[in-house]
């Protein structure tokens, strides 16, 4: 009996306590921020995370749990995970309930490598708390995969509220992209990313032997500086991918610190020193020259100043101090470029894409936009196009230096028979003149010296191409004659210059509605102009034409301080390919159109429908 009543007190004891709970893991669940549906594979935290900035760096994990739960930590500032650079530590919370029961683990990921620390604790319903320990300044074994991202991998039992929270502290940027992975969707997300770093470090290879090739053959001190400049911008973004820790240092912190500004520092001083020699600033713009030397000394002290420097002082200055370099070098490249050097337009366009991708980035870091694809990896982006760009350069420069060399030598070498070559480049020149001149002569012969539209004998040809070529492809080909009205009153009132400006102003308005349906045009005599549409039919063809009209009418032409109203009448006429009439019969017949809307009082559109 004694053994039944311990049992009976013991379940009265159980079902007690499932009565105080029931309602606490109701209220939880009630509570809880993030809900994992079952199908989902991954979750971005930002919009569902609390968060508390601790500036003076004084709570500890009892101080942040107690804010936790008495609902102390405010939303991200509009949904923003980027905070730039602060000093403290901050706390992220979010209580997630995970109701996909075929997936108990899950994997935590900060989708920024710079942080110095990132702790993680996990509290459970049943009041465990699980800590995991991440960021650069702990050893790159300590994170649940090998990956460049901070992340932690931890269970989420299906069903129970459990809350995370999120110590991060760091002197780099502050940037918290927080996201839900499951193992699958995490694989899936680190394989395309590693993918696109690969493309571009590739990419980045391949410059890099390219153009090592072509310095051991020319030994071009331009060549020499552009694979400093490769080898050390590879170097930052090897960096701030993160792949630096990963690969090269990865038990250092102070290797994960101070290589940022450093890197940048010695990127920053290849770059300066590339452009003063591809350039020639010495003798092309000294002054530029002084200046970009004086932006080397800058990041030589201070690249060697990083070594001592904190970091939340050394790298928003480095950041900053790209754009500075950057902009002088496109300063001196635009004044080289309007003294007449023509290699200097590739070098301007790529420095314009490597400042873009730049700005992007500082942007990002100092929070002032939003962390994206775009913006992530417009660093990567406007390298590896400024990379690109500068090789071409230096190919173009090579190549013009070459000419310049074999026709220096050429002269040197032919000295006797320079007379004869200059006469031959003469010869040549007159020639090319005489291909130019017939070429301007062909093409003047086909078109009105007065409208530059195209005459009335080239519109008889083309019109011949365009109604075979409506045959063959079963489509219609409508013709229009437009005709000015009153021209005469207009010379004899106005004079003829005046006139000219109106058959001018005519012609564009036309043009200009005939554009978008490829459309030929050509003046057909005096006041008159004729056009052909081809897949227009009738009723289309009937609506250009009154659009032509409206546009004629509806604004008068000026022509000094004469304002000219100028009307038109229009016959369309349409060739269907069953037709059997020839070029002639369709402007016939257009051309009756033409006279009947005169007939019918002028300024209106007259459709050959007894004639199609």
């Excluded at 500032?77 to 209580?95: E, I, L, M, S």
């Excluded at 780099?172 to 571009?200: C, H």
């Excluded at 002290?301 to 970091?311: E, N, Q, T």
Aim: include cysteine.
């Amino acid at each position: 009996m004694t053994l039944i009543g311990r049992t009976v007190r013991a379940w009265r004891s159980w079902l007690l306590l499932a009565c105080l709970c029931c309602p606490l893991l109701a209220l939880a669940l009630e509570r809880a921020d993030v809900v994992l549906e079952p199908g989902t594979e991954r979750f971005v935290l930002a919009p569902q995370l609390g968060h508390y900035h601790d500036r003076e760096d004084v709570d500890d994990l009892a101080a942040a749990w107690r804010r936790v739960d008495a609902d102390g930590m405010a939303p991200l500032p509009g949904g923003a995970d980027a905070f730039g650079f602060q000093r403290g530590t901050f706390w992220f919370h979010a209580r997630v309930v995970n109701r996909e029961a075929h997936e108990p683990r899950w994997m935590l990921v900060q989708e920024y490598p710079l942080s110095d620390e990132v702790d993680l604790h996990v509290r459970y319903a049943d009041g465990r708390v699980l800590h995991f320990a991440g960021g650069d300044h702990r050893p790159f074994a300590s994170r649940s995969v090998r990956y460049r991202h901070p992340n932690f991998s931890f269970e989420l039992p299906p069903g129970e509220p459990v809350d995370l929270l999120v110590r991060v502290r760091s002197q780099s940027s502050m940037q918290v992209p927080l996201q839900l992975y499951t193992p699958k969707a995490f694989t899936e997300v680190s394989r395309d990313a590693q993918l696109a770093i690969g493309l571009y470090y590739g990419i980045m290879l391949a410059l890099f032997f390219y153009n090592l090739v072509l310095w051991l053959s020319l030994r071009d001190a331009s060549y020499f500086w552009y694979l400093c400049h490769v080898t050390a911008f590879g170097l930052v973004l090897f960096t701030l991918n993160g792949l630096g820790f990963e690969y090269l240092w990865p038990g250092s912190s102070w290797m994960a610190d101070h290589m940022v500004p450093i890197s940048i520092c010695l990127a920053l001083i290849a770059m300066l020193q590339f452009s003063r020699t591809f350039l020639e600033l010495p003798r092309r713009w000294p002054p530029g020259n002084a200046l970009l030397l004086a932006l080397m000394a800058f990041f030589v002290l201070f690249g060697i100043a990083s070594i001592w420097l904190p970091l939340r002082i050394s790298t928003p200055v480095a950041s900053r101090a790209v754009l500075l370099g950057v902009v002088g070098i496109v300063i001196a490249t635009v004044v080289v470029l309007r003294r007449g050097y023509a290699p200097a337009w590739l070098l301007l366009l790529a420095w314009s894409m490597f400042l873009l991708g730049t700005a992007v980035f500082t942007l990002l870091a100092f929070g002032l936009l939003p962390k994206n694809f775009a913006t992530e990896y417009g660093v990567q982006i406007g390298s590896a196009l400024e990379m690109l760009l500068l090789s071409i350069a230096l190919g173009h420069r090579y190549a013009a230096l070459r000419h310049e060399n074999l026709r220096i030598t050429a002269e040197a070498n032919q000295k006797l028979e320079r007379k004869v070559a200059q006469r031959t480049q003469e010869v040549r020149s007159t020639l090319l003149q005489l291909e130019e001149a017939h070429a301007r002569l062909r093409d003047s012969s086909r078109r009105d010296g007065l409208t530059g539209l195209y005459n009335r004998t080239w519109f008889h040809e083309a019109f011949r191409e365009l109604a075979q070529q409506a045959k063959q492809t079963a489509a219609p080909l409508a013709v229009l004659m437009i005709d000015l009205d009153h021209f005469k009153s207009i010379n004899d009132r106005h004079g003829h210059l005046a006139g000219d400006d109106c058959l001018r102003w005519a012609a564009r308005r036309i043009g200009r509605i005939l554009r978008p349906h490829d459309a030929l045009l050509a003046r057909f005599g005096g006041e008159e102009f004729v056009a052909a549409m081809p897949g227009c039919d009738l009723s289309t063809a009937g609506e250009i034409a009154e659009a032509i009209r409206h546009a004629l009418g509806d604004e008068p032409c000026v022509s000094g301080e004469t304002r000219i109203r100028v009307t038109a009448s229009i016959g369309v006429h349409v060739v269907y390919p069953a037709s059997d009439g020839g070029v002639d019969d369709a402007l016939g017949s257009a051309d009756r159109a033409l006279y009947a809307a005169k007939a019918n009082g002028r300024d209106c559109v007259e459709l050959a429908t007894g004639l199609c």
